[in-house]
C-alpha cells in the first residue's frame, strides 16, 4: 500500500483551499510541507522576515475578503510572527498561521528551537488548534479554515509539529473535508423595528465598518443611503464602499478628519453602526450624545453593547440587513418621506464639512520649509487620484495626516495599520497590494521610523518585481512620541525619541530601486512622477517639519485620562 508522509498532507490540504499564495520565511520545521508545495499552483512568498509574511497575509485577506495563510517555523520564527496576528485580531482578518514546533516526542527535551507556543498565541486569535495525530492533518487544516471565516473574521492559529510533517501515514486513514460556511442570519423581526427609530428622528448618521467591507455591502450601502437619504462615514477597512464623493458619503468617521465627522456625531441624536466596533477612535462611544439612539448590527452578538448602552442590537450580516431594509422602504414606499424629513439636517452637516476643509486649507497648501507634513499628505492625495490607485499608510503622525486627507473612492483601495496601531505594515501591505494589482499604481506613505522595521521588505519588493513607491516623510524622529511627550512633560526625552537625518533613498538605490530626496514642496509631485515612472521599486525621501504636532499626538499624550496643558 502507498504510504505519504504529515507534510504531503498538509500541502495537498492546502492545494485543495482557494489560495494562490503562502507567505512565509524558511525553516526547518516546515520544510516538509514546503518540499510538497514546490512547483504546484501555489505560490511560497518569501519575506525577510516573520512579521512581514504575516503582515502581507493581513493584507491581502483583507483585500479579497478571503483567509489568507502565512507558515512560519517554530521558536524564534513563531515569536516574530505574533504583531502580525495581534494586528489581524483588531482588525477582524482571516489570516491562518501555521507554525512548525518541536515534535512531540521531544517536548520538554530542551530540543532546538523549542518552546511551548500555544498559550502564547491563545488570546490572540480567534482559535488555536495544535494538530497531535498525522492522518488528522486535512481535517485540522479544514477547522482553520472554516473558523477563520465563520461569524466575524479573524486569524486563526494552527500548529503542525515536525514529527507529524514527517511521519509515514497510510492513506485510507485519512478524513478529508472541505466545509464553507455560507449562512448568515437576518434578524427579521428587529429589522422591522428600524424604521420606527428612523422614524422619530432628525438627525441620524450611518457608520459602516470592517462588517460591511468583509460582507462585500457596499451596493446595499449605497442603496440604502440614497432610499433614506441619511449621511453616512465609513471606517477601516470598508473606507471607499461607499465613495467618498457620492453625494451622501461625509468620509471618513474619524473625528479629527477635517470636515463633518465630528460635529454630526456630537449633534446625532441616531446612529445605525454596521459592523463597527466603539473603540477609542469613538471615544468609546461617548463621541455621541447619550440621548442618542444607538442600533448596532453585528455578525458577532458579544461585540454589541460593548461600551454603550443599545436601543437597538440586531445580528446579521450587514448586507442581508441592509438588503432587508431596502426591500421594506420599497415595500411600504417610504423612502422620499425619509428623505424628506432628513433634508435640512444633510445641509448642516455638509456646511460643516466644508468649514472643516476650509479651515484646513492652510495646512494642505502650505509652502513652509520644511515642508508641512499635511502638504505631502495632500500632494500624495491629489497624485493618486486614479480610481484603482491603491495607498497604503504607516507611522505614527505620518498615518494621522494622511487619514486626515485621502480621498478614497473605491473599496480596497485603502489601508493602515487600524486599532492595533502596528507601525511596520507599510512595505509589507504595499508589497501585498502590488502583487495582487500588478496593474495598478500603489504608494505607501510612512513615517521615518516605521521605515526601518522591515526595511529589508524594500529588497523583497526588488526581488519580486513589484514597483511600490515608498514616500517617507522624515521627521527624523519618532515623531507621535516626541510631540506626545513634549505635550506632557514640557520637553521630549532624546533617547528614544530623536532619530537624526538618514538617507534612506540611497539605502534603496544600493538595493537596486529607485531614490530621490526631496525638500521643497514644489518638488514633491516630480519625484512622484519620477518615481512611477521609473517603473522599479522606489523610494522618495522627504523632509518634513518635526515641530508640527498631530491630532493624533495630542490624543496620545491624553492617554490614561492625563491632560496635556
Known sequence: MNKIIGGQLAAEALLERDIDYIFTLSGGHITPIYQFLENTRITLFDTRHEQAAVFMAEAWAKMTRKPAVAMVTAGPGFTNALSGIASARLSNTPVILISGCVGLESVDKLDLQDMTQLPVILPMVKKALVCQVAQRIPEYIDMAFREAMSGRPGPVYLELPVDL????????????????????????????????????????????????????????????????????????????????????????????????????????DLVLFLGDSLSLFYMFGEIFPSSAKFIQVDIEQNEIGRNRTVDLGIVSDIKSFLAELNGIIKQKAIGATLRKQFEPWVEIVRNAEKDGKEQAKSQWESSALPIHPMRLAKEVNDFMNQQDDIVVADGGDTTTWMGMTRTVIKGGTYMDYGLYGCLAVGIPYANAAK??????????????????????????????????????????????????????????????????????????????????????PEDIRPALEAAFASGKTACINVKVDHTIISPGSVALANIGGYKAS
Open 165 to 268: 510533517l514527517n511521519a509515514t501515514i497510510d492513506p485510507s486513514k485519512v478524513k478529508k473535508m472541505h466545509t464553507k460556511i455560507t449562512s448568515k442570519p437576518v434578524d427579521l423581526e428587529n429589522t422591522q423595528r428600524v424604521f420606527e427609530l428612523l422614524k422619530a428622528a432628525k438627525n441620524p448618521v450611518v457608520i459602516a465598518g470592517n462588517g460591511a467591507w468583509y460582507d462585500d455591502a457596499g451596493i446595499e450601502l449605497i442603496k440604502f443611503v440614497e432610499n433614506t437619504g441619511i449621511p453616512a462615514f465609513t471606517a477601516g477597512t470598508a473606507r471607499g464602499i461607499i465613495p467618498d464623493t457620492h453625494p451622501l458619503c461625509f468620509e471618513s468617521s474619524m473625528a479629527i478628519r477635517p470636515g463633518g465627522s465630528m460635529m454630526a456625531f456630537f449633534s446625532t
Open 435 to 520: 502583487l495582487k494589482n500588478p496593474d495598478k499604481r500603489v504608494l505607501l506613505i510612512t513615517g521615518d521610523g516605521s521605515t526601518g522595521f522591515n526595511f529589508m521588505e524594500f529588497n523583497t519588493a526588488i526581488r519580486k518585481k513589484l514597483p511600490i513607491v515608498v514616500v517617507i516623510a522624515n521627521d527624523q524622529s519618532w515623531g507621535m512620541i516626541m510631540h506626545s511627550q513634549t505635550l506632557r512633560l514640557g520637553h521630549n526625552i532624546p533617547n528614544g525619541t530623536e532619530l537624526g537625518w538618514v538617507d534612506y533613498h540611497k539605502m534603496v538605490e544600493a538595493l537596486g530601486g529607485f531614490g530621490i530626496c526631496v525638500e521643497k
